[in-house]
């Protein structure tokens, strides 16, 4: 092979890498997929807060994917993770509030149906 055509072979392939997106690490790649998946097991997308930052979470993700620059893509993944912890709390206390209204409700139907002492004496 002539020598220009093994530089030219080579430039060609060095720009080829560099036009690929940066590599993300699998760890911090998977913790971020596991955070979103939880918010989605809990039901994040029935919270409508949460349903919003579940989607900007998911949309980080895939823009770090893509990313071609590492830092870039490093602070993508990090509001990604962000935004699904959020996601993950704003469901999780709209659960909290949902069982504190259900046992407000039973705790009412409750006293409504016990028999009133007309003596006073127990």
Known sequence: ???WKSASALVLL???CASAPAPIP????AGVESEIRAAQEIGAQNVPEAKLHLQNATDQLKAAQSSKDPEVAARKLDNAKAEAELAN???R???AKNE?????ARLASTQQNRPVNPGGAQ
């Open 89 to 91: 709390a704003l469901t």
């Open 100 to 104: 504190a209204q259900q046992a407000k």
């Open 14 to 16: 060095g720009a080829a």
């Open 93 to 95: 206390e709209q659960i």
């Open 1 to 3: 092979m002539k020598p």
């Open 26 to 29: 699998a760890e911090r790649l």
